[in-house]
């Protein structure tokens, strides 16, 4: 059984950073690709950034390119988004997934391919 847990989240003022991370256990960490995705109260749940098994392929959604990079370290089993420029409608429950099939590459944002989440970490943008 996959776990994957996330943490890092909180509250940060906006054009603030924050840093959530999340670990994963239970297969091959390397094998398969991570993405983070969001919900915000009375929204859809969103993709914010994907990253392959290997980095080399890297997606992020409009709203965060330039602002957002997501990172993994398969030798810690661990996917991390470093957040930039903050603002506040960034504010939402941020979650890790991992995705189904291993080695996947292509279609990173489509949240029904991706079979593994984790519980969420709040990310509030404020003054």
């Known amino acids: 059984q996959v776990h994957l847990v996330e943490s890092g989240g909180g509250l940060v003022q906006p054009g603030g950073s924050l840093r959530v991370s999340c670990a994963a256990s239970g297969r091959t960490f390397s094998d398969y690709a991570m993405g983070w995705f969001r919900q915000a109260p009375g929204k859809e749940r969103e993709f914010v950034a994907a990253i392959s098994w290997s980095g080399g392929r890297i997606y992020y959604a409009d709203s965060v390119k330039g602002r957002f990079t997501i990172s993994r370290d398969n030798a810690e089993n661990t996917v991390f988004l470093q957040m930039n420029s903050l603002k506040p409608e960034d504010t939402a429950i941020y979650y890790c997934?991992?995705?189904?099939?291993?080695?996947?590459?292509?279609?990173?944002?489509?949240?029904?391919?991706?079979?593994?989440w984790g519980q969420g970490t709040q990310v509030t943008v404020s003054s």
């Open positions: 997934a991992q995705h189904g099939s291993p080695g996947t590459q292509a279609n990173l944002g489509s949240a029904e391919l991706y079979e593994y």
